[in-house]
């Protein structure tokens, strides 16, 4: 870029640093602005140092010639303490200066290349004669096009079906074909320059099924690559229609009257009636005017302070409560207020995709924006954004977005929302390396841990001969048997655990079982039927036995690599940072990321310690006494709630002489 002053006047400009002298004249006007691109020439005449070396320091100084030449100035580097050797000024009011690279080839300017094959296919290279026909009506009309690069483009139309120039002779043709092959010259440096020529990848197909010689035609078939399917490949579906069959990319792709099925979702369904919207309003209002309450209080200094609590925290302590509670009972109106037919609650409801608490964003209130699980701090002198009040702590400037996504957010809500989603992001970016660093170890720990069957060698078609008499009687009492395969199934176990989940969970693995299992050992059958002896029904018990745990997993499996990679799974999926409030004067527990990494750690001195206290019936039912329990216990210690310690030697692990230890032993 070129500027162009009136050389009659001169001067400072208006906007010059205070530190100098002003000078009367009057500031000279730019008259005219030229953009271009500087020449050769011209960079040449404005660098101050030719650049040649890749390297910035030698010895611990700025290199000459390096990319971050002393005589750069500014442009060299940012260290205040050293001083440019053009201008020799310090690197506070030296404006840096330019270098330049002398290249080893000329080079095309990137920028311009797409314009200048675009002319040269124009032209006729030997004569410099365009190739268009000059009394051609579209090049004509191309010529009254004012815009150059229009013009340009519909010249290049006329011109790119063209091979030869519009002159009468036939020079131009004669020379084409009488032309000498040009001469290809390999590098400037003369040494001998190899053939680089690159082959595809070279696949090598067996026909495995020969033709084999017969009277008859017998089709050989194609050689395929297709990955056998470890399941039976069976395929039923009822409600959304296929009934077997195979599956394929009609079937379930994204095209119409495929399986899968997409649930359409309109403005209308977030859009709630009038009665609802007033409730969600006044719920809202009511909370902010709570809030203004507690402001009121807390400059009044009539609030108490929690145990444990300043009054600072306490107050925004209650102030989450209030406005959390808003957003909760509004989005409970907004998702009562849906009908059943509403497509957004469908989805919701059939677990596809979203919860009620974006149903309540979109329809109620978006609620209080967090930063590490507090209302959003101050970031200018005493108020977070320019557009409130010093000291204001009132809803509006701490984060609380009272709209909703429907409605649509304030510019300061806006920024705001952004500031909470941004640290939900930057959770997700550090959780990915944390939790593969545990993923990692656990594999490290546990890689070698494989099933080994008390390091037996199993055979799986072990056989046992035993002498049955059918003439002779069995040993065994029928209620033997029933007693012996109610204690069979009681083994069986797929999913241990004494809860209720696991229970039924049992139930269901081991349904069919043991149906089969009553059915086959029945004591009539195993009496007059199998005739089985004490000795050989033992045997088919254990057997059973056996073959069952083998068949729940393996022999030879790598357990602790499935092992870990259920752990690590799950943790992928956690939130780095989680904060509950869970009443008054609870404070932020350590969960997610950093608690499994505290438990793999077996750190010694975990964040935040925390313990679970069971309440008795009279006080656990009321929420009131509940948090007051909580409170007394705040800076309870074990002192407070011992009434005597004594040593007891008591070696035997079997048995205890301490009385009210029996139960445990």
Partial sequence: MAKRFDSSRGGRGVGMDARFPHSPAETAKVELVLFGVLSPDEIRQMSVAEIHYADTMENGKLKTGGLSDPHMGTMGTVDRKIQCQTCMAG????????????????????????????????????????????????????????????????????????????RGDDLCI????????????????????????????????EFRARKKKSDYKEQVPEPVGRKQSLSAERVRIEEGELLSGT????????????????????????????????????????????????????????????????MMESFENKVNQVLNKARDDAGSSAQKSLSESNNLKAMVTAGSKGSFINISQMIACVGQQNVEGKRIPFGFSDRTLPHFTKDDYGPESRGFVE???????????????????REGLIDTVVKTSETGYIQRRLVKAMEDIMVKYDGTRLIWNAQKIFKIDTRACSDMHPMEIVEAIDKLQERLKVVPGDDVVSIEAQKNATLFFNIQLRATFASKRVLNEYRLTREAFEWIIEEIVSRFSQSLVAPGEM?????????GEPATQ????????????AKNVTLGVPRLREIINVAKNIKTPSLSVYLKPEVNKNKELAKSVQCALEYTTLRNVTHATEVWYDPDPTRTIIEEDVEFV
């Fill in 91 to 166: 690197m506070a009011e030296c404006p840096g200066h330019f270098g330049h690279i002398e290249l080893a080839k000329p080079m095309f300017h990137i920028g311009f290349i797409k314009t200048v094959l675009t002319i040269m296919r124009c032209v006729r290279f030997n004569f410099s004669k365009i190739l268009a026909d000059e009394d051609n009506t579209q090049f004509k009309q191309a010529l009254k096009i004012r815009n150059p690069k229009d013009r340009l483009r519909r010249i290049y139309d006329a011109c790119k079906s063209k091979e030869f120039c519009a």
């Fill in 174 to 205: 004669q020379e084409h074909e009488g032309a000498d092959e040009p001469v290809k010259k390999r590098g400037v440096c003369g040494a001998q320059q190899p053939n680089i020529t690159v082959d595809g990848m070279k696949m090598a197909v």
């Fill in 247 to 310: 599956l394929c990319k009609k079937t379930l792709g994204t095209g119409a009257g495929s399986l899968i099925h997409v649930i359409c979702i309109g403005i209308g369904d977030v859009i709630a009636d009038a009665a609802t919207m007033e409730n969600i309003n006044q719920t809202i209002s009511k909370a902010k005017s709570d809030v203004k309450e507690l402001i009121k209080q807390a400059r009044d200094k009539q609030l108490e302070a929690e145990p444990g609590r300043t």
């Fill in 403 to 421: 709209n909703s996504y429907l409605q649509g957010l304030t510019p300061q809500e806006f920024f705001f929302h952004a500031i909470g989603g």
């Fill in 559 to 567: 357990i602790g690599c499935v092992a870990t990679q259920s752990i």
């Fill in 574 to 585: 956690m939130t780095l940072n989680s904060f509950h409030y869970a009443g008054v004067s």
